[in-house]
């Protein structure tokens, strides 16, 4: 076996984190979520490593005009438990899409992600809006030279 044949892997993510907008408008909410997924995990880039988060920022606006295919605004419910007997909460997707459908997006983009220790990372770049408001939007901060 040749010596020094090894690939060496990354330590650190590169500072080289782009920002993308998603106009969810008439879009179906799983290809969008899977879409977004892969933006906040880095997997379209060439750099890309399991175990680092090289991930980029992602805003989408007009969330409440995802579009959902079938009948999954009358079939489908969220389920949460909260940890004492009786404690199960359904919540069908029509009603909470009226409620709040930036957790509807949020949840279909987390449930894509894979639960470790960089999820909650790469969430934390995820920015939902219900409408076109995107004032709130924070703009990338150059890198300093520093590294953590």
Known sequence: MPQNTYIQSPKAAPNERRWHHIDATG??????????ATLLRGKHKPTYTAFVDCG???VITNAARVRLTGKKLDQKFYFSHSGYAGGAKTV???RQMEKDPRKVVYLAVKRMIHDNRLR???LARLKIFPG???KDVPRPVKASGTTR
């Open 92 to 94: 069908p997707l029509r």
């Open 56 to 58: 980029d920022c992602v």
């Open 27 to 36: 879009q179906v909410l799983g290809r969008m979520a899977t879409r977004v």
């Open 120 to 122: 909650s990372r790469q």
């Open 132 to 134: 076109e408001q995107t």
